[in-house]
């Protein structure tokens, strides 16, 4: 596929329907950005005016790139129209956005009545202004979103502004946390490898007995189950929303080795719901079958449900187990420190993650954390995007 970045221009077209005269439209000159980056900038311009453009549209829109003259304005117009736009109110925003990412035109954001403001106005891309005699181009806007989206990163989820929460969702959306791999006893056909005898002679003798290639196997690694324990109790509900979103984005990535529960006065089994692929209705239908939400922490009579039903019969052999809790403790700390330590004898590797690691000065000194800490091979923050992030990567590496 041919890089825009690099073409002088895209020819000249009138979209119908209402849409922009583009004909003098021209991809930025950006060395080395490719389509997907390309693409992937004009989705996050797109979000920052108003229009949805979900992951699943953006990838909708690649694969339609990929049968199309990238290089033709109106077939990447159209392109985007009919797989980024949800419905008519997103056509006027689409048609500014997309004047403005691959012409540098600056143009006013129309208001709908069904779309009376842009959030997150401050840190768009799109400066409303008149489109004439703004000759500085868009690269010092994108490098203040980048730079507001890199603090929204680190910031602590408890302390967002509604507007703030709306753009973290979106990042959550993009997420897609790595799976830790376990090596298969089953080995199979590839390239390289140790050889396979069987097949090897087979060929051979289909070819009248003469060796004249060696065939090979060799085990190839496969992804290993990861549990998640989320504390949806009273002093959780802070960080409960981004936590079940985390593991909506781990269900997500691998729906079949991933396992999500939660945990606070009893066990509730939310991995069905957390299977939808719309995150906010998937919430939505966890939080309905939660009965515990917001109520008080028995981490080691939940613990103990879990083990006895689930993971001693299998789901925690081998597994990464993530629990995400601040070790707030009513219950006795004993009985929750030998459901760790039987945990660990049937786990791979416990991961305990817990919001208030990410604050300075932070101590475990509660009785939960004080319980369960002998029996945790990797303790993690899980405050903000940029924690999440990184427990992603521990999550792989375990």
């Not at 925003?93 to 009376?116: C, E, M």
């Not at 060929?203 to 998640?228: F, I, K, N, T, Y």
């Not at 906010?280 to 009579?301: K, M, V």
Request: one cysteine or more; glycine letters at 10%; aromatic letters at 6%.
């Amino acid at each position: 596929m041919a890089d825009p970045g690099t073409a002088p221009g895209i020819g000249s077209f009138t979209p119908h329907n209402g849409g922009p005269d583009v004909g003098k439209a021209s991809y930025a000159r950006v060395p080395g950005r490719d389509v997907v980056d390309t693409v992937l900038g004009f989705a996050r311009t797109l979000r920052h005016a108003g229009v949805g453009a979900s992951p699943d549209r953006v990838s909708a829109m690649l694969s339609a790139l990929g049968h199309l003259d990238v290089l033709d304005p109106a077939a990447v117009y159209w392109a985007g129209r009919l797989t980024l736009c949800a419905g008519p109110d997103d056509l006027d925003r689409y048609d500014v956005a997309f004047l403005a990412w691959f012409s540098g035109q600056r143009a006013r954001i129309p208001r709908t009545a069904a779309q009376p403001e842009v959030r997150l106005a401050a840190s768009a891309p799109l400066d409303a202004g008149t489109g004439e005699g703004d000759d500085d181009g868009d690269a010092p806007d994108l490098a203040a979103q980048a730079s507001a989206d890199e603090v929204l990163r680190h910031r602590d989820v408890a302390g967002l502004t509604d507007a703030e929460r709306a753009h973290l969702r979106q990042l959550f959306a993009l997420l897609v946390p790595a799976s830790p791999m376990r090596p298969a006893r089953r080995r199979r056909p590839a390239v390289h490898g140790a050889i396979h005898p069987g097949r090897t002679v087979r060929r051979a003798l289909r070819d009248g007995g003469e060796v004249s290639r060696l065939l090979h196997r060799r085990a190839r690694p496969r992804p290993r189950r990861v549990v998640l324990l989320i504390d949806v109790s009273g002093s959780m509900t802070p960080y409960a929303d981004a936590l079940l979103r985390f593991a909506h984005a781990a269900v997500r990535a691998r729906p079949v080795s991933t396992e999500v529960f939660t945990i606070g006065t009893r066990l509730t089994r939310v991995t069905r719901e957390l299977r939808l692929r719309d995150p906010d209705r998937a919430l939505a239908a966890g939080g309905q079958a939660i009965p515990d939400w917001s109520g008080g922490t028995r981490l080691g009579e939940v613990l103990k449900a879990f083990l006895d039903r689930w993971g001693q019969r299998g789901t925690a052999r081998g597994a990464v187990v993530v629990v995400c809790s601040d070790g707030w403790e009513r219950g006795g700390t004993d009985l929750l420190a030998a459901q760790m330590a039987r945990l660990r004898r049937l786990a791979h590797a416990v991961v305990w993650v817990n919001p208030h690691k990410g604050r300075s000065g932070y101590e475990p000194l509660t009785g939960g954390m004080q319980a369960a800490l002998p029996s945790v091979d990797h303790f993690v923050a899980g405050h903000s995007m940029a924690a999440f992030e990184e427990l992603s990567g521990v999550i792989s590496r375990a």
